[in-house]
Nanobody, 128 residues
């Protein structure tokens, strides 16, 4: 079992930056074997993919709307995965969730079923 806890959310002005962090605990020996991802759910919207990174930090993937603005990274020594968010827009307002994959690589084709664990979410609000 892996527990995931997100932090770093808050209220920012449009154009500002925020850095989210996801800390893993429990069976952390498996953390560095898993793909990690970030999802978000905005008001009145379905949960959507934001970004993912493979077990060794390679081949990051991003939703088109955040490319060039968001950066996903991980530190396997600390059992953390971060999401640096720059040039934030009001439409980025959402609850952001961290997820740990069942496999070591992210797949863009198999959907949310690839994720074995989810965090509780952290609120990001971007003022217009």
């Amino acid at each position: 079992q892996i527990q995931l806890v997100e932090s770093g959310g808050g209220l920012v002005q449009a154009g500002g930056s925020l850095r989210l962090s996801c800390a893993a605990s429990g069976r952390t020996s498996s953390f560095n074997t898993r793909a990690m991802g970030w999802y978000r759910q905005g008001p009145g919207k379905d949960r959507e993919f934001v970004a993912a990174i493979n077990w060794n930090g390679g081949t990051p993937n991003y939703q088109d709307s955040v490319k060039g603005r968001f950066t996903i990274s991980r530190d396997n020594a600390k059992n953390t995965v971060d999401l640096q968010m720059n040039s934030l827009k009001p439409e980025d307002t959402a609850v952001y969730y961290c997820a740990a994959g069942a496999l070591n690589y992210y797949s863009s084709t198999i959907g949310e079923r690839q994720w074995a664990y989810w965090g509780q979410g952290t609120q990001v609000t971007v003022a217009s």
